[in-house]
């Protein structure tokens, strides 16, 4: 299928399971219909279902991964935007939860979110998987989002905003790194391997992991770049948000850090980087849906 294909493909069984799972008969419901159905980019379930057409894996798998996947993405998107921590009015070009509903049923509906994404994967995969597989799969969800991963990041984020910069970058850019690691790539991490974990071969999956640990890594670190660089050069409509936020509030930022031209420099050659993996014996065939990906980031740095 071509990346267009796919996405509709996707968006179409995201909202089958939007109407199973919750269905608008309340406000908290509606709350999360809003914010999960909102057009997105929905990169990190589109990884997903790339790297398990590249391995050829089981699609049903991939595409109840990347529902659970977008379910924590946008619980901490709901969460991100309220007062007390990114404080935003906006996201994915509409108003953010808290703006739309209350801050309590924001709240609540990111909550939903949070605790219907592990309880979905194991009420659908058992279907064609294992059992010992599909708990897999939630664990490595759970682990990616807690408060080891995903969670840490944002705390993280929180505690360096508005900090000075130290005299050398050195200690700046190794924090930076690690929250970047953390409150994105953790989640890019589990969407890659979630392809992969859709092959039923255990040790085809012990082989490949480090290889799609390593691409993964790389990719969630180069597209968290390019969103501190749009963060300060692009416009609403493009962004969907809010532009500027960061360097309003003081955030420890690859911008901060190296300046416009220099985290353009750190974007390009991490991409480049990607696509020498993608080129490489271990990952020369069958690619094409994942290099739709570094095309695509591609054609976002300004």
């Known amino acids: 299928m071509t990346p267009e294909e796919t996405l509709k493909q996707f968006e179409t069984f995201l909202q089958l399971k939007v ?34 057409d590249y391995f050829q894996g089981n699609m049903e798998m991939a595409m109840r991964c990347g529902v659970a996947i977008e379910m924590i993405h946008c619980y901490s998107l709901i969460h991100d935007d309220l007062p007390a921590m990114d404080n935003d009015d906006f996201r994915r070009g509409q108003p953010s939860c808290h703006k739309q509903f209350s801050e309590s049923t924001a709240i609540l509906a990111g909550d939903a979110l949070l605790t219907m994404a592990p309880l979905f994967l194991l009420k659908e995969l058992p279907r064609f998987c294992s059992t010992e597989r599909a708990i897999e799969l939630t664990e490595l969800l759970l682990t990616s989002s807690g408060h080891e991963g995903m969670i840490r990041g944002q705390l993280l984020d929180i505690e360096h905003e508005a900090k000075s910069l130290e005299a050398s970058s050195e200690l700046d850019l190794e924090t930076l790194k690690n929250i970047h690691a953390l409150k994105t790539g953790e989640l890019f991490n589990y969407s890659c391997l979630a392809g992969l974990y859709s092959h039923s071969d255990d040790q085809l999956i012990k082989l490949k992991k480090e290889l799609i ?22 416009s609403f409509e493009n962004l969907g948000k809010t532009p500027g936020k960061d360097k309003e509030s003081g955030k420890l930022t690859y911008v901060k850090i190296f300046g416009l031209i220099g985290a353009k420099k750190e974007a390009h050659t991490l991409l480049d980087e990607l696509e020498k993996i993608l080129l490489s014996d271990s990952m020369k065939n ?5 290099k739709t990906v570094l095309t695509d980031l591609r054609k976002k740095l300004p």
């Open 286 to 290: 069958n690619a094409d849906l994942i």
């Open 19 to 52: 109407d199973e799972y919750f269905p608008p008969i309340n406000d908290l419901n509606k709350a999360v219909r809003y914010s999960l159905l909102a057009p997105g980019k929905r990169i990190r379930p589109f990884l997903s279902l790339a790297f398990c």
């Open 213 to 234: 640990l390593d691409f993964s890594t790389k990719l969630g670190l180069s597209f968290q770049i390019i969103d501190d660089i749009l963060d300060e050069t692009a």
